[in-house]
């Protein structure tokens, strides 16, 4: 995503580091737990007015409506009705991602193998620079921050992108040299009788690769048809290149098509979905790419509709090195890698990164999104761990060169603690050299918490704070917590303690027990202690003290809530929509059990499948 | 086999364009036989919009002086504007008309100031903050209040599909030319104008784009010898739509979507055995995003755009720049932007957006300044709009600037500086005076509406009024406006956003 594209969408959660909150959250209310809408910006579901709703979190000013006390809430729970039925998405559309996957597939494929398909994939570059970038941008209900696969949005500049990559490579695949690979020795003998035979092997073949599901006759005589007449005289490999890119233009092969099998009893217009489709599910869901031979195998046998098979085969697909690498994709989106911010050249940043600022910024960008990354693998896939341990594990996955030194060495000083992803420096960068509580505390309470957050006053971001001889928490509370004030209503009760608590960690992300104060010209002015202790409000009704991140955490692990909002993440990641609590609530509540402890993470990422409403489709 | 647009001519006018690319312009209609001429009718009028994002420009900085403004009118009991012409002021090498309407005097020149207009105080009513689709109309999908929740088509797209823009698609490639971000919005299925409004994908590569709108076509068949297969292909998207194969409603609603973008590859594949010959593919990695890269990207779109003019392949553009036009690394965003009221951030924007002006807007208004026949260039043919993203405030668009350029064939009189600000009238925002802004910067005077500048371009471009206005909203855009800004306008303002701007009709 292009700088300025990342401005636009950051805004939402980022805006809020001068005054008033400037914009804290997107109109659209994109992290909030909104029942049945995503514009929804009430504070519900999970910590709100759904079926689990708490005291105190339902205004909209955030305040706690009850008596306080410092015990914790009861954690958040979905309710499930066995009957109701989910909407589905309309014919979706496979990700940029899924699709160029789709086409190295069918290329190797016909070529007979990857090495094969790498240099028709070079040459093809540029037809699939046409391709539009599919990125949370393109969510519009939440083009603040979401998951890329939620783009579900037709261009025209797809439509173009589609046909011309399915004719550039049937260009490429509908060349003589290329005949005997593609169609076999039917196609390079000397007989001719045999040609139309070949030819129509070759459609059903190739076919039920792109399809992902046998052709029936009806498709083989359409195919036929691209070829451009009868088969004659020998084949024309121009005639296979138009076969082949009318079968990559199909809707098929751009869309995942779903027709249902089996009618859900007492539920209308519920479908299970045929073996084929609930093969290419599970395929898109963890590869990114289509079903291979084993999995199209399986599902022409009919055995996915086993559930012992369908285990089996769910078990093989997470085994595949493809599923890390897809979950990578999706925890990129939820610690919103993206948006990790450029960092200041000006002097006074330069002196207060001294020489922990190395030449080349980009590799260290780079090493603090991979030990993210990193991070979450290993608690996924090496020793998988519960969720809690997402947000409280000190686990160090080697770090980059660059990363290592501005972390300290360990049992330094400058060496802290690090629980969690949160106190990672990727979730910490500025990028100036002041920390950003204020956008720090509300990526957490929507993020990861799924609270909603009124929209601010206007024009709230444009006073700047008054950091004179102040530390970044003085001059925030200076700004935004006066009594009495509508900025106190929330920063003070939902905001900016979430931000305070990793003060101890500087704007790159260092340890420290002082704040630097700097001037314009990088000169250093003063020191002010840092103070992490806060009421942080994870619940807006637990009272309970936090000294600082470790406590935090802590905290924010036991009331249960970045489980739920989890659940609600990974839900949309999967079904590529909104959830909506009511229909869909069977799903979310097994997501949330599982991330509240039933299950590792990996657990987490496995049960999703197995929940019914990822096996079947309503045709509404 | 091709076949070129026009005559070619052996005098071609070749544009240098910065970052190396040279544009060949393959004819100009002017050189033909006068008989030709005599027969020849300009296509209609074009429309390319810019917009940057920000804005925040102390009034100071964006527009000419206002000892410029000579004649005041009183344009709705209550309300009176201020016009003067514009006049460049010399220093040096530079030509300028403000700190930000800056550039070298031979690119601002006494010619192209004619064609320009100045526009100041054209304000959405509400806070709109930050968004994409509000420099042409689609007031939704912001990231400040909750006011508009509905989005609606952009008004390129309202041309786009307007019989009375396009009356014949021949040889239109794109009917609009999106690039840099989005900005574009239109339904799923514009043609049928169904389905929910979504952001029209923006190119980010000059070279793409060139491919599509002027090389030769490379993606017509596997083969030149044999037929495009568009007609299959969209006769496979029926078959599913039309089969007994169980789908839902709104599958089929998607298949349609598809079928309607299909439709228009088919249109375009029967128009792509033309080609305009002579024009030179931009190379390929042409990024943009930082004040190194921006110049020689944004030149390199405007070389495409001005082809894809001449060639006749489009002829609306919307460019929505990234920012980048600055050599700042920190967070623009928070930093400047936000600060804008501070002398340092201010002084960034100045420098950003003036580069904006003179190395994209004015290059773009310089390489439009050809002939076209009938005593007429290709940029009096065309409206050229630059707005920025909020106006004297970041987050608010009180007081969008608009800069014009060309007379959209003959609709519009240009060298103008106008304030449609209320001048009888002000109220002050809430602000501190411990900022030290000058006294004028610290008050926004109620102005015209933004929904009337948008009516006005799609009138230029001879879209009629009944085609996009809703019953009792004149202009076009959502009319909400906020209380607190109501009680400001005189009644006029409002009932009359329908018109055409004031002082604008030729």
Redesign the interface.
């Known amino acids: 995503m292009s700088h300025t594209t990342r401005t636009l969408v950051l805004v939402a959660l980022t805006s809020g580091l001068l005054g008033c909150t400037g914009t804290i959250g997107d109109v659209t209310g994109d992290a909030a737990p909104a029942g049945s809408s995503p514009s929804s910006s009430a504070a519900a579901g999970p910590g709100g007015s759904g079926p689990t709703s708490e005291p105190g979190t339902t205004g909209p000013t955030g305040g706690p409506a009850g008596p306080v006390t410092p015990v914790a809430p009861s954690a958040p729970t979905f309710s499930c009705d066995a009957n109701a039925v989910p909407p589905s998405l309309p014919l979706r559309r496979l990700s940029d991602l899924q699709y160029t996957n789709a086409v190295r597939d069918a290329i190797a494929f016909a070529l007979g193998g990857d090495a094969a398909a790498a240099p028709v994939m070079t040459a093809l570059q540029g037809a699939l620079v046409q391709l539009p970038v599919d990125d949370p941008a393109h969510v519009p209900e939440a083009p603040s921050g979401s998951y890329s696969r939620l783009a579900q949005d037709l261009a025209q500049a797809h439509a173009d992108a589609y046909y011309a990559i399915a004719v550039a490579v049937g260009a490429q695949l509908g060349r003589r040299e290329r005949l005997g690979t593609l169609l076999g020795t039917c196609a390079t003998d000397a007989a001719t009788d045999n040609d139309a035979t070949c030819v129509d092997a070759f459609i059903r073949r190739f076919g039920e690769r792109v399809y992902r599901r046998p052709l029936l006759d009806d498709d083989l005589a359409f195919y036929r048809r691209f070829y451009g007449g009868a088969v004659t005289g020998g084949i024309d490999p121009a005639g296979i290149g138009d076969i082949v890119a009318g079968l990559l233009s199909s809707p098929y092969f751009i869309y995942m098509v779903e027709h249902g099998e089996t009618a859900q009893p007492g539920r209308k217009n519920v479908f299970s979905l045929a073996p084929q489709e609930l093969a290419s599910r599970l395929a898109f869901q963890f590869w990114d790419a289509p079903p291979d031979d084993a999995l199209l195998n399986v599902a022409r046998s009919g055995a996915l509709r086993d559930p012992a098979s369908y285990d089996r085969e769910l078990a093989r697909v997470l085994a595949d090195p493809r599923a890390q690498k897809t979950l990578d994709e999706f925890y990129s989106d939820y610690f919103r890698l993206q948006d990790l911010p450029d960092v200041s050249t000006s002097n006074a940043f330069k002196a207060f990164a001294g020489t922990d600022l190395p030449m080349s910024m980009p590799a260290l960008r780079q090493d603090m999104k991979k030990e993210l990354l990193d991070f979450a693998r290993q608690l996924t896939w090496t020793t998988p761990a519960r969720f809690a341990d997402l947000l409280t594990s000190e686990m160090a996955p080697p770090r980059g060169a660059a990363l290592a030194a501005l972390y300290g060495t360990p049992g330094s000083t400058t060496a802290a603690p690090r629980p969690g992803f949160l106190t990672r420096a990727a979730m910490l960068l500025s990028g100036v050299v002041r920390t950003r509580p204020i956008a720090k505390g509300a990526f957490i309470r929507k993020w990861v918490l799924c609270d909603s957050i009124p929209p601010p006053p206007d024009n709230a971001a444009n006073t700047p704070l008054d950091t004179k001889n102040r530390s970044t928490r003085e001059a925030v509370e200076l700004l935004t917590e006066q009594p009495g004030t509508a900025c106190a209503a929330c920063h003070k009760t939902m905001i900016n303690a979430l931000g305070f608590a990793t003060e101890s960690f500087d704007a790159l992300g260092r340890a420290r027990t002082v704040e630097r104060l700097f001037d314009d010209n990088g000169k250093e002015v003063g020191q002010r202690p840092v103070n992490t202790s806060v009421v942080p409000r994870v619940a807006l009704d637990d009272m309970r003290t936090a000294s600082g991140p470790a406590d935090l955490v802590r905290l924010m692990a036991e009331s249960g809530k970045p489980q739920a909002c989890f659940a609600r993440h990974y839900f949309r990641y999967t079904f590529a929509r909104w959830e909506s609590d009511t229909p869909d609530g069977c799903t979310l509540e097994r997501l949330r059990k599982g991330a509240v402890g039933g299950e590792d993470l990996r657990g987490v990422v496995r049960t999703v499948a197995q929940a019914p409403a990822f096996k079947e489709r309503s045709f509404d | 086999m091709s076949e070129p647009l026009r005559p070619t001519t052996s005098r071609r006018q070749v544009l240098r364009g910065a970052g190396g690319l040279t544009l060949g312009l393959p004819f100009l209609p002017s050189l033909l036989p006068r008989e030709a001429r005599a027969q020849s009718r300009l296509p209609g009028p074009r429309f390319v919009a810019m917009a940057t994002?920000h804005g925040a420009l102390r009034g100071s900085n964006m527009y000419p002086g206002a000892d410029g403004l000579t004649d005041r009118m009183e344009v709705y009991p209550g309300h009176t504007i201020a016009r003067g012409s514009l006049q460049r002021r010399l220093a040096g090498t530079s030509a300028s008309l403000s700190p930000v309407l800056t550039a070298p005097a031979t690119l601002l020149s006494d010619r192209l100031v004619r064609k320009l207009n100045v526009l100041r105080g054209l304000d959405i009513n509400f806070?709109i903050?930050?968004h994409?689709g509000g420099h042409l109309g689609n007031f939704a999908?912001?990231?400040?209040?909750?006011a508009v929740?509905t989005?609606i088509v952009t008004i390129d797209q309202v041309m786009a599909y307007s019989p009375a823009f396009y009356r014949s698609l021949e040889g239109v490639r794109?009917r609009v030319i999106a690039a840099g971000?989005?900005m574009s919005y239109s339904q799923?299925n514009p043609t049928a104008r169904t389905g929910?409004v979504?952001?029209?994908?923006a190119?980010?590569?000059p070279t793409?784009l060139f491919?599509?709108l002027v090389g030769v076509p490379?993606?017509?068949?596997?083969?030149t010898?044999?037929?495009p297969?568009?007609d299959?292909?969209l006769?496979?998207?029926k078959?599913?739509r039309d089969g007994n194969?169980?789908?839902?409603?709104?599958?089929r609603?998607?298949?349609d979507?598809?079928i309607g973008?299909?439709d228009?590859?088919q249109r375009r594949l029967r128009a792509q055995t033309r080609t305009c010959a002579g024009s030179t593919r931009p190379p390929n990695g042409l990024s943009?995003?930082?004040n190194t890269t921006n110049r020689a990207f944004y030149q390199s779109l405007n070389d495409v755009i001005v082809a894809s003019f001449i060639c006749g392949t489009s002829r609306i553009a919307v460019v929505h720049?990234?920012?980048?036009f600055h050599d700042?690394?920190?967070?623009?965003?928070?930093?400047v932007a936000?600060?804008?009221?501070?002398s340092d951030p201010q002084r960034l924007l100045v420098e950003a957006n003036q580069r904006f002006f003179e190395w994209v807007f004015m290059d773009l208004l310089a390489k439009l300044d050809v002939d076209e026949g009938e005593g007429t260039s290709y940029l009096d043919n065309t409206l050229v709009a630059w707005t920025q993203e909020s106006g004297y405030?970041?987050?608010?668009a009180q007081g969008m600037p608009v800069v014009t350029a060309g007379g959209a064939s003959g609709f519009l009189k240009t060298g103008q500086f106008i304030d449609y600000r209320n001048q009888t009238m002000g109220h002050e925002v809430k602000m501190?005076d411990t900022l030290n802004i000058p006294f004028e910067e610290k008050y926004e005077w109620p102005g015209l509406t933004f929904r009337q500048w948008l009516g006005t371009a799609l009138q230029a471009m001879r879209v009629p009024r009944a085609e996009y206005e809703q019953p009792d909203r004149p202009g076009y855009g959502d009319p909400y406006s906020e209380a607190q800004w109501n009680t400001k306008y005189v009644p006029g303002v409002f009932a009359n956003a329908g018109s055409v701007l004031p002082l604008l009709r030729a």
């Open positions: 994002d806070y903050a930050h994409r999908g912001t990231s400040g209040g909750t929740k989005p794109q971000q989005d799923t929910p979504t952001p029209v994908r190119t980010r590569s793409t491919d599509q490379q993606t017509t068949t596997t083969t010898a044999r037929k297969i568009a299959l292909v006769e496979d998207y078959r599913l194969r169980r789908l839902s409603m709104s599958d609603r998607r298949l979507d598809h973008r299909l228009d590859i943009d995003g930082t720049a990234s920012s980048g700042y690394t920190g967070d623009w965003h928070q930093d936000h600060k804008f009221t501070l405030w970041t987050h608010n501190t």
